[in-house]
């Protein structure tokens, strides 16, 4: 499984970008792309108002002739994902 | 939708259920929303026959003082604060992070008592609560939209900690200001000019603390928390898009940037009123806390600055203002005109 993450937002306002491949991650985050994957894309939810400067992430899973989109706004990341996110977010680097 | 729903409902939230709605229900929520704003005019009107304060007057002993509480996140990622490791009036402690956090909030609430007679974030005492140590190695620091701001460590590459940065404190706290006030929908222009508006703030409040004036100020946000990917700094206000390798800040209309990520390019295109401030200020000369910080103070809290508003819609509340305040010929009239002549946005 392929996985693109775009992470943007924040107070630097960065578009972060990370590309690889699951086998690079832990097993069990990679069951946890799995599951991901198997899922309908998310999109986010109305986020809190008035909030700002905060992280939006976009991630894209890619396997066979399957993609989804999952997009979620910073206080609605699953406590489960962020571990995977935080991964990625790690590996990625400026899109500019 | 009824006028009681209107009173709930902040009108930026009601905007985006605009967007969302059918046809129908659209034309109700957008007559709900000019009922709000005729409601805000309509206090504005009531607070102007209220006796107003005479500047640099102290009234009761509850104002002028700040009521800081900082909280300890641990490394989690919970949105609830954490341990209470220092209150107001409390000693500094072992933690750096705590004391910085503490500290700016101090200097942040000054500049806005001191200079603008503001009673904190609301303008009622509203209670500072910053939540530090958020994440782990979390390179980022925000405003929740709840009353509360979060400071991650960094992650030593692009961030160290957010703490460290006296006019990143002050650019958090101003979001709460600007939601209590214009309340700025965070997206486009309106998000844009919401960014900027705590850049500016953020700005006048490490000015203010270190007594530059606009000559001697640095006009650079974030320079006390960059790591080395983003060295020397997050934005120049002076110079937009020349802050790191990766600023993209365009510095006049005609370089917009349209993108459909950060809401519409928020962080970049706020790099277009920041200019305008930054020109204004050192056209002006002097304290640019002083008229320049007035005026945009002025037009934050005017209430046709609509959640909506453009950049043309700002700068037009700013040169009215100007005029208004000081004549319209005046100097601090000219150098408001000469900052959004600079950046190429006609005032509305």
Redesign the interface.
């Known amino acids: 499984m392929h996985l693109r993450l775009v992470r943007s937002g924040g107070l630097a306002g960065l578009d972060m970008v990370a590309s690889l491949d699951s086998t690079d991650l832990p097993a069990d985050q990679q069951d946890l792309v799995a599951t991901l994957l198997a899922a309908d894309s998310i999109t986010p939810r109305m986020s809190r108002p008035g909030g700002a400067d905060q992280f939006s992430y976009q991630l894209e899973i890619h396997h066979g002739d399957r993609t989804v989109r999952h997009h979620w706004e910073e206080p609605d990341v699953p406590e489960t994902v962020r571990p995977l996110l935080a991964a990625l977010a790690h590996a990625a680097k400026p899109a500019h | 939708m009824n006028k009681s729903l209107a009173c709930i409902l902040?009108p930026?939230?009601l905007l985006?259920l605009a967007l969302e709605a059918t046809d129908e229900r659209r034309s109700a929520i957008l007559h709900t929303l000019k009922l709000d704003q005729t409601f805000r005019l309509r206090r504005a009107q009531l607070a102007e026959h209220q006796v107003a304060r005479p500047e640099g007057a102290r009234s009761t002993a509850a104002e002028g003082a700040p009521h800081r509480s900082i909280y300890d996140q641990g490394h989690s990622?919970a949105?609830t604060p954490g341990a209470l490791v220092r209150d107001e009036g409390d000693a500094p402690v072992t933690d750096a992070s705590v004391n910085q956090a503490y500290d700016a909030f101090g200097s942040t609430y000054k500049l806005y008592w001191d200079v603008f007679h503001r009673d904190s974030i609301d303008n009622q005492g509203m209670p500072i609560q910053g939540l530090v140590h958020y994440?782990?190695?979390y390179?980022?620091?925000?405003?929740?939209?709840?009353g509360h701001m979060f400071f991650g460590d960094g992650?030593g590459r692009?961030?160290t900690d957010?703490t460290k940065g006296l006019d990143?404190i002050g650019?958090?706290l101003t979001?709460g200001v600007t939601?209590n006030e214009a309340?700025l929908v965070?997206s486009g222009q309106s998000g844009a000019l919401?960014?900027s508006i705590?850049d500016v703030f953020g700005s006048l409040v490490k000015q203010y603390h270190l007594g530059q004036d606009a000559s001697q100020a640095d006009w650079l946000i974030?320079a006390d928390i960059v790591g080395p990917?983003?060295a020397p700094a997050?934005r120049s206000m002076k110079a937009p898009g020349t802050a790191n390798p990766?600023d993209?800040q365009p510095s006049d209309m005609d370089h917009y940037e349209k993108t459909a990520?950060?809401?519409g390019?928020?962080?970049?295109n706020s790099g277009i009123p920041n200019h305008a401030f930054y020109v204004t200020a050192t056209t002006l000369g002097g304290n640019a806390w002083e008229a320049p910080g007035h005026l945009w103070y002025d037009a934050l809290t005017d209430p046709h600055l609509t959640p909506s508003s453009s950049f043309a819609r700002f700068a037009g509340i700013t040169l009215r203002h100007a005029r208004s305040r000081y004549g319209a010929g005046s100097a601090e009239a000219l150098a408001v005109q000469a900052g959004w002549e600079a950046v190429k946005v006609s005032a509305r």
């Open positions: 902040p930026d939230l985006k990622t949105y994440g782990d190695a390179d980022n620091a925000f405003w929740d939209g709840d992650d692009l961030l957010t990143v650019h958090e979001h939601q309340n965070y919401n960014e705590s974030g990917e983003l997050l990766h993209n990520t950060d809401n390019g928020v962080h970049a």
